[in-house]
């Protein structure tokens, strides 16, 4: 009994890829439109958090072991902070946005006022908004799947 | 460019920085071998406290470190954060980076039967860069995430024991009040921004003045602030935490209150304090007030427990009176130039050099008591007995931490309750006896202990019990050692640390002008 | 503008479709035909109400603006969004309701009741039959 | 006096002085008497003999456990005759949560009566 | 110009909060409390970075006649709250997970009969 | 522009009346499918007033969070949906 | 004019959800009246011209938030006692 | 392999679709285009099991434009028919509910699914619950005729009319 | 009802009304009184950080610091969830 009916697990398969595409498009787009690395991550999440609830966390967790998540989560914030530390070695300080104006990867500063969407702008944050959205993604799904798990197996530890 | 400069013109970054990594790095290395884990994590932990010690050397001398992230020019307005770094953050910086080294090398062996000690050196590691962040950082929002995130990492370490419903409970209440707290600091910072439109703390300190608003503000930061300090009557949830913790996380969780205190002094004399004498009802003398109760209630508290951890936590809630009552001392004089040289300047010093006096001598006694349970599984004073036979070393060490926390000479509790009581004796002779009263009385309480566990006939039961591993004796000794040179040459280390750490607390200008180089108030 | 008269209309029915949803909802006796009035008419009004912004978004691409196309576009993923959880949505929930022992009220039939029914009876026998032959 | 405080003082408080080397030479000496004095007795202590044992006005002697004096029943006179105050303690203390959280209402009201309406 | 009705709601809403967890004894409620007083919280930082008639700060397609600094909502309150509410979950997932493990432990939800006997 | 979008606003308002129908059913709802029925429907008309708020002061990428919240709304649904089969997680 | 109707209104529905958060005994129907707060909230915060926290709302609060409370409901119990 | 790039490709196709407007090679920029194909690789290999299991029947274009016909036409008639339908009853108040059992004898997932949803969003039904075996739908029916129950079962004609035929030359 | 109780409605109450009229006597809803801060970010979002979204170029630019508090606060909960359901050795 821990899956639910034919039509939800199909429904949900099909939304699932929608979902994913979708918060990487947000994460993706953080610097440009609302959005960025927590927003695309905890949609990516929840999606992945539907999947759980359509299929039963069981079956979740033969897929997709939480350590295996937790050490996901690890290295999304390892990306974070030696973005903060490069901002070290190649500006001045911490934290310091050094691609930008660089004509590098997303170097390029946007025209001043109005613009249409331009995803090559905003120096070092699209790389951030990854960083985060990974480390987001592991993160909150874990949360969510350890929960689910311990609670599913509860009778079995009693 | 020479590798020292260049660390000590970024080390206010990197002393947060560097444990985060390092708690970041360790599920990965704790993949590869568990000794290479406690290595990294004491390596980690080594190197900040080099780096800490570095900066505070050079803030020792008088300077204020300013370090603005992402752009390196300070225009007004501020708009990016700043960490500033003058003499009571490195002081308590030092504090925080000691704690942590100790209960790193103390639960090499301690907890080593555990499962899950990766997520533990990870939490430990994030306590510790969360504490050093509150007590570095200049802006009101970044306290807050940084409090955040001391408060959750430590809640998940009172829980570490999940098997004991005990501890359990004391995590869960531990993280509702911390929740709550932060919760309405949160709300006091919002109603500040609302209407200075600023975030750090220099530029709030120019701005504030001292409307209702900003009443409703002070209130809220000092309720939630000392919520997190354990004062009473807010303190229950601290003898939960601390004897349900494992004892080499009760000496970090030391530290974390420890930086709350400093929340309430940061926010009492630099954020407010240009007007904080404004208000007719002294806030000196509500926390002197708060100090009193604490002291007297904290101490007859211990006096009625049989828990060994318990009554050493309630000891705990009465020293922090000490410092309130100190701290507050000075507090009630500030504006005024000549009590202050009087009376103000000893009676801070004092609660100052108590600061740094506590957190060695209760976190000397946690580790003993750990000691005790680690090789007993007791920690009920009606059960134990006798084992100043077993363990003489751990015995050596509680006798240390006995007289140190009564304020025997030679060590180092004298030097800072004497400056207490001097210097509140000529502002209302009261004070000085409540605190004498209570000092005394912490005597008994230790004696007591003292008495039971150690003295007595050797129990059948505790025939087999031998002297602790290795690495908690380091442990101990470490602060033991600690604590008698600070009691042997109180004048170095007070000349030295205390009194710059007393005159950025007392000169809130400097701290201010060193942001907004307009401000003319302060002395 | 017969465009803009449009637009109107659709609105019009859209509101009018929810503002019946919502009403339907505390009008009707028991979950399933809540049910109904909340899921159907919410969706029906959704649709008349992002296709009149759809036409918006067309009318303002013709008119020449690159904004019009994303507008349109946009609105139309989240009515396919709405189509596609909607409906499993109102299934989920009926599926629980029943489930949890929730009853149609004034029911004529229920043959779903009658086939749990007989498949608790039929697992009773497999059980019994199970037990003895073990005995 | 500032010449003593030079030389002995290491720790100047506002009115006074404190040494605690001079505390350790005293902490020495006292023991040394002591050890002197005890080294006095020692000479007719022998072991085995009905010296050893301890004497309860005649009364057998009790078990190893049961003669070790509990932690709880220290200061025992002390807590029984202040037991009011200790009960008004232990019924602050009731390790319900919402009591933790209506203490900090409380202080937070009194604050903001004492800091707010003044 | 209206009265100052979201700030009042941001009030009541914390004062909600604080009486569930003064005066309702189940843990779980005590925690839908505590996410109250955040909701609350989260209200109030966004409340005062609005300006009227203002649109996000936002450049990308930007309607056309808005006034560049006075025409925008303030951006780090919502910073704030984007913080706050990462924040929040991240406690809630805790006290929760927390609370799992005392019904294991106790069998019962109320406060006052878990910490009932304590010294 | 801005009267033409104003229509919109009116139309907000209208979803505000629907929604506050909805409520009375979250809060009065004798079973808690009932309830869910009412959260179900809060949810589409949320969608749709995002959409048309979007509308409404001409920001066209104020309708991305329309698409978050009609793919993320039913997941709450589910939810509660599977609580009350009876399952585990 | 109706921009701040719309600002009257949709604070008082808050707080009414809010209200019936904490008085329902049942807590399953106590994390529905929060889900709809959240998603009331959210409305709020899009109107307010905050798009980023809506959808960080939507995601984590309206969403994740229940999934949250509801298993932790699910491994306790259902029913909050009488007192 | 197949079912990993297809879910590429139709993870690619959305971003597109979100992104239009963006640039000068056709509707998009050339950093966009990459930028998705990168995107999509990952969200193609991390749904790829999920999205398809098995069945590549609906990779045929001329079901999608099937199907695009059957939303417009028939699904779009009778949920209007079905919302002026509930409109009644929600002003009149007069219903006749029950759950009734059909057998619309559909083979795969997605074809029931499509029904399932089409039944709940046209006229007076909702689909209740489903046969996991064989593919029977029990179907709340706001408004029995009494006089089509035979048994069990009640005939797909008069609940779904002619979707079954439709879907079935969608999805089968 | 306890004495508890009344105290604690009693306390409760002031606290009601010290937070009301502290609602009352914020700036108008709308009105921001200063906005100094805020002006000077908005202005140099697109000059300095290159970003369109002034709330990202908020959270990862001028503010980022906060967000890595932030970042590890998720962490900081997810190991302690993972730590508080690990299994424990019998």
Known sequence: MSEMSKIVRTISSISFPLIIIYGLYIISHGHLTPGGGFQGGAVVASGCAMILVAYGSIWTIGKMKEKNLSLLESIGAICFILLAIFGLGFGAVFFNNFLVGSDFLFGTIPSAGSTIANINTGGVIPLMNFAVGIKVIAGLFAIVLVMAHASSTREGKK | MNIIDFLLQHSPALIVAIPLLGAFLTPLISRINNKARNIFVILILGLTTSIVFLLANDVFAGNIHTYVFGSQDLALPIVRILFEVDAMSAFMAIIGSILALVAVIYSWAFIKENTGLDKFYTLILLTTAGMFGMVLTGDMFNLFVFLEITSIASCALIAFWTNKGKSVEAGFKYIVISSIGALFLLFAIALLYGQYNALNIATLANAIQFSFLDKIALVLLIAAFAMKAGIVPMHMWLPDAYSKAPASVTIVLVGATQASLYGVFRVCFTLYGNTINLSPASIGWIIVLLGLITMLLGVAMALIQSDFKRLIAFSAVAEIGFMFLGIGAGLTVLGNAEMMAAIGIPAMSGGVFHIMNDALDIGLLFLVAGAIYYATRETSLDKLGGLARNMKYTTVFFIIGLFAVSGIPPMNGFASKLLIYESTFQLNPILSIVAILSSIMLLAVFVKVFHSVFLGPSLPKFKEVKEVPKSMLIAMGIIASIIIVFGLFPELIINNIVEPAVSALVNYGDYIREVIPTFTGGI | MWFDYLIYILLAIGVFFNILGGFGLLRFPDVYTRLHAGTKCTTFGSIFITGSVIILGLKMWYLGSTDGSILAIHTAGALVAILLTNPTGAHAIARAAHKSGVKPVGAVVDSLQTKSLKHNVNKKIIETKKMEEEK | ?118 | MIFNIPFIAVTALVLIGLYTVIFRRNLIKMVIGITIIQSGVNLFLITLGYRENSVAPIFTSLPPGTIVPEGMSFPVPQALTLTSIVIGVAVLALMLSLIIHIYRHYGTLDSKEIGGNEE | MMEFFNEYLIVLIALLISIAMAIIRVIKGPTAPDRIVGLDTINTIVIVGMVVFGTAFNEIIYIDVAIVYALLSFISTLFIAKYLEGGDF | MILEAIHIILPILIVIASIYAVLLKDLIAAAIAVSAMSLMLSLEFYILQAPDVAIAEAGIGACLTTAILIIAIKATKRMEDET | MIAFIITTILCFITYLILTTGSGTVGLWSIEEILLGLILSLIAGFVTRNVFIKKDLRMLNPIRWLIFVGYVVGPFFIGMAKANFDVAYRVITGKINPGIVKISPNLKTDLGITLLANSITLTPGTLSVDIDEETNDLYIHWINVKENTLKGDFVDCKYICGSFDKWIRRIAE | MSKRNFAAVVFFLVIAVFFFFSALMMHPFGVPEKADMDDEIIKGVQIETGTNNGVTSVVFDYRGFDTLGEATILFTAVAGVIMVFRRLKQ
């Open chain 4, 1 to 118: 006096m500032s010449m003593l405080e030079t030389l002995l003082g290491t720790f100047q408080t506002g009115s006074g002085f404190w040494n605690p080397i001079v505390w350790i030479i005293v902490a020495a000496l006292v023991f040394l008497i002591t050890y002197i004095l005890r080294g006095f007795g020692n000479k007719k202590y022998k072991k085995g003999t009905e010296q050893v044992k301890s004497f309860l006005s005649g009364n057998p002697e009790y078990e190893k456990e049961k003669m070790h004096v509990k932690g709880s029943n220290l200061f025992w006179g002390f807590t029984e005759s202040l037991k009011w105050i200790f009960d008004i303690l232990h019924k602050m203390h009731t390790g319900n949560i919402s009591d933790y959280v209506l203490w900090f209402v409380i202080v937070m009201a009194v604050l903001f009566l004492l800091v707010g309406l003044m």
